[in-house]
């Protein structure tokens, strides 16, 4: 299974000090940040776009993993690579091209990530789009907001994923916590999100370490 990436969600961080909390999470130890791009249509929510993104890239290298929540998931790709995204994860169920939208994000120089809702099976993204993308993000929480728990039920998927594609990155995302990460890693999941399990941890790098120790074992 691919290395360890730890990737926490910049949707827990003080969003008046965005840069702050980016560099401070670099500092104890993350090798992402994710993003999560809400259009208030695809999910009862609302977060930040490009222009958000693209003033936070100048203040650190990492690498910038953001979640599509979005209901025209093509819409953005050109303006998200401009502000500085690498990994671009939009829904399955989101899109009725996955293919062609795996193509578009391509072509704008950026990976391709996609994922799968809790209801979602599995069987959507298996074959040529597994193939075709760079990931395949699990959701263990409804998208929406930080803070719920953790849906163990959806580790079939992780583990079916894992065992048909040996080398693909596979992202949990969604009440990851010192209390889920060993099911998760078990799974077969390498690339871990969290919100609250990082932010609000009194020592984040200690939880960021355990994570990538769980993974790698
Ligand atoms: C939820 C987002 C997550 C969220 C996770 O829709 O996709 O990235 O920030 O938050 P926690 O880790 O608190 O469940
Ligand atoms: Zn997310």
């Not at 979640?67 to 399955?92: C, E, L, R």
Request: charged share 20%.
């Amino acid at each position: 299974m691919p290395v360890a990436k730890i990737s926490p969600s910049m949707l827990s961080s003080d969003f008046a000090n965005l840069a702050f909390e980016a560099k401070r999470m670099v500092k104890n130890g993350a090798d992402w940040l994710h993003l999560d791009v809400m259009d208030g249509h695809f999910v009862p929510n609302l977060t930040w776009g490009p222009p958000i993104i693209s003033a936070i890239r100048p203040h650190t290298e990492a690498y910038f993993d953001c979640h599509m929540m979005v209901s025209n998931p093509s819409q953005w790709v050109d303006d998200i690579a401009k502000a500085g995204g690498q990994m671009y994860t939009f829904h399955i169920e989101a899109t009725k091209e996955p293919l062609a939208l795996i193509k578009q994000i391509h072509a704008a120089g950026m990976q391709a990530g996609v994922a799968v809702k809790p209801n979602t099976p599995v069987e959507d993204v298996i074959g040529e789009i597994a193939e075709q993308c760079d990931m395949i993000l699990i959701m263990t929480v409804e998208p929406g907001f930080g803070g719920q728990r953790f849906m163990a039920e959806c580790m079939p998927k992780v583990e079916r994923l894992r065992r048909m594609y040996p080398g693909l990155d596979i992202e949990v995302d969604g009440g990851l916590s010192m209390e889920t990460i060993d099911a998760s890693a078990d799974a077969g999941a390498n690339v871990i999100v969290a919100g609250t399990g990082i932010f609000k941890a009194e020592k984040p790098d200690e939880v960021i370490s355990t994570f990538k120790d769980k993974v790698n074992k």
